[in-house]
């Protein structure tokens, strides 16, 4: 039988034994205790891991936004298992708070660039994955029923749509060659 004593002065890895005879105590070490282990707010640990991997903010909306449960919530099994159901949710919905809000304040010259570098990740053209954005729309909102929010996302999407259809129509294909000249 083992037993952590602190009637002495002792570190944390030193435990004492119990032999057959109670009053005689004999200390013994044990190093496997030892952790660095560094202790994390479910939103901190969401921020630092999960959303740093993710590069794009548009990309973090929509990674976001596919955690949403219908009955409402969020799913996120890892975070879940080390912070809780309650906590995570709690992270996972500020998260995307703090993640829409980046959206709606970036100029959309530089949400073009953004839907570019996120389509390319996921390996979809920009106007394929502005369209999947625009079908999962209730979920990008943290609270669909803000509706402010609900106004200016939904015009960042239709303008980023736009832009992308009518920049694919001003590009000219490969294929095209102009005549030469004096033809």
Aim: contains cysteine; glycine residues 4%; negative net charge.
């Amino acid at each position: 039988m083992v037993v952590f004593s602190l009637s002495e002065k002792a570190n944390r890895d030193t435990f004492m034994t119990l032999p057959w005879e109670k009053h005689h105590l004999r200390p013994f070490s044990c190093s496997e205790f030892v952790t660095t282990m560094t202790l994390k707010s479910a939103l901190q640990d969401l921020r630092e891991t999960t959303l740093a991997a993710i590069s794009g903010l548009l990309a973090k909306l929509a990674y976001l936004a596919s955690l949403r449960r219908n009955e409402g919530g969020y799913t996120h099994w890892g975070l879940s298992l080390v912070h809780g159901e309650e906590s995570s949710d709690r992270a996972l919905k500020l998260a995307q708070t703090e993640v829409l809000s980046s959206v709606l304040r970036t100029p959309i010259s530089e949400l073009v660039d953004d839907l570019r570098e996120s389509s390319q990740q996921d390996n979809k053209t920009a106007e394929a994955y502005v369209a999947g954005m625009r079908e999962q729309f209730t979920e990008m909102l943290p609270s669909p029923q803000d509706a402010a929010a609900r106004a200016h996302l939904n015009s960042v999407l239709v303008a980023l749509s736009t832009l992308e259809k009518t920049q694919k129509r001003a590009t000219p294909s490969a294929s095209w060659q102009s005549p030469p000249p004096g033809q």
